[in-house]
């Protein structure tokens, strides 16, 4: 676990993007065992595996095989609000994606 003592793991939740000019709505399910589930307009989308020590996420995914990438993560809005800037990542695909991307935390 990349997590130890009062420092808990920022992003376990549920977190979306606001609707796309087209509708779309993206979702990831950061989960506790160092698991994430993406959803598009609620169908499943990507998964894989993620850890997060301080503010760099690194994340491997069903699309991009055994490529790692790794991302300086940028919390803003009372750290309810999430976008990502690369360090560095070989899938082209999702850095593109990742690096686009502004999630919102999902309240309960």
Do not use: H
Request: aromatic fraction near 12%; hydrophobic fraction near 30%; proline fraction near 4%.
């Amino acid at each position: 676990m990349a997590f130890a003592g009062a420092d808990p793991n920022p992003l376990i939740g549920k977190w979306e993007t606001k609707p796309s000019d087209g509708g779309n709505v993206t979702a990831v399910m950061f989960k506790d065992n160092n698991q994430f589930e993406s959803y598009k307009n609620n169908s499943p989308y990507i998964n894989g595996s993620y850890t997060v020590k301080g503010k760099v996420l690194s994340i491997t995914d069903d699309r991009c095989g055994d490529i790692t990438g790794t991302y300086e993560l940028i919390f803003f809005s009372n750290s309810d609000s999430l976008s990502f800037q690369a360090i560095e990542d070989d899938c082209g695909g999702r850095k593109f994606a990742i690096e686009n991307t502004i999630l919102g935390r999902v309240k309960k």
